[in-house]
């Protein structure tokens, strides 16, 4: 709310007091009606005065019309009227305006019904026009903005809509400013807050996002089980070449086994036991050999060597 001014307030104290002092100095008991006269004149004078001086702020634009006919735009400061002759029937904010608006209900292209609030940033940048060429400017960038929302909404997909807000807020800035131009209005930008859809939509959309990230963690999983039996396919192509490498390959399991196991029992694959030769009783008798002596010692085993 506009504040208003004391200058005029001052100016009619200090005119009909000074018109006051006049009549009182004059006041003689053969002159009341000269007095009185003085006094009725100063209080007429103060009132005009009062009326004919106008203050604009910083960031206003006056309106001034002469017998209903545009005569000019005042402001910021101080300027001057003719009462009664001229009337200040609009004062425009020329400041940056934010207006909130929203659409609610409005099915979209693949008939959604979403509810959509947005933000609009705008300003008067020809006075004269926003004061002459539309009654009410504020509501009618208002209902432009609100309608223009509407259109939109209708002409985009959801999935757009939710994906891409800044094409969809630049569209919407570009037919609000069409509209808005005529009566002097700039519309700076346009901002979506917020859209909303329906709940049981929003359910189905999250299972679908969740099945969708379940596919893709089994292609993952698949891809990594082919990786791994290609490298499986690659190793045992390089032990059929090395039967030396694949013999210490098969020690080195046989060791990995019993030093991470606190008991005597160990799982050793069957290629490992004939390329290790463990079948016969000496190497038995070493591999028992050597996790007894692990045991007792509280440590790791040493890896038996192979038999000869």
């Known amino acids: 709310m ?15 007091v000074a018109g006051l002092g006049l009549a009182y100095a004059n006041l003689d008991p053969e002159s009341y009606a000269t007095s009185a006269a003085i006094a009725i004149l100063s209080f007429i004078v103060a009132v005009i005065a009062a009326n004919a001086v106008k203050v604009a702020d910083q960031w206003e634009r006056v309106l001034v019309l002469r017998l209903g006919k545009f005569r000019s ?3 910021p400061g101080l300027f001057l009227i003719v009462p009664i002759v001229e009337t200040v029937p609009y004062r425009i904010d020329t400041r940056v305006i934010t207006s909130t608006f929203r659409a ?10 979403v509810d959509v609030d947005a933000v609009l940033f705008w300003k008067v940048v020809d006075p004269k026009m926003a004061a002459l060429d539309v009654a009410d400017y504020v ?5 432009a903005a609100q309608t223009a ?8 997909m959801l999935a757009d809509m939710l994906e891409g807000r800044e094409k969809l807020s630049a569209d919407l800035q570009r037919i609000i400013e069409a509209r808005a131009r ?7 930008s346009v901002e979506l807050k917020d859209v909303r859809i329906p709940a049981a939509l929003q359910d189905a ?12 963690a089994r292609v993952i999983l698949g891809d990594s089980e082919r990786q791994v039996a290609d490298s499986f396919n690659a190793a045992a192509k390089l032990y059929a070449d090395s039967p030396t490498a694949f013999h210490l390959r098969a020690m080195n399991m046989l060791y990995e086994g019993l030093k991470r196991s606190n008991s005597t029992i160990v799982i050793v694959p069957s290629t490992a036991v004939e390329s290790m030769q463990l079948g016969g009783a000496p190497a038995m008798a070493t591999v028992a050999s050597a996790i007894a002596h ?12 192979p038999p000869d």
């Open 2 to 16: 506009r504040n208003a001014s004391p200058l005029p307030g001052l100016i009619f104290i200090v005119i009909f």
């Open 73 to 75: 735009l005042e402001g």
């Open 104 to 113: 609610e209900q409005t099915m979209t292209r693949d008939t959604v019904p």
């Open 139 to 143: 509501s009618a960038i208002n209902w």
């Open 149 to 156: 929302l509407r259109d939109v909404i209708g002409k985009t």
């Open 182 to 188: 005529p009566w002097g209005i700039e519309v700076i």
């Open 205 to 216: 959309m999250s299972m679908q996002a969740q099945a969708e990230r379940e596919r893709q």
């Open 294 to 305: 692990a045991q007792a010692a509280g440590g790791s085993p040493t890896p038996p060597a």
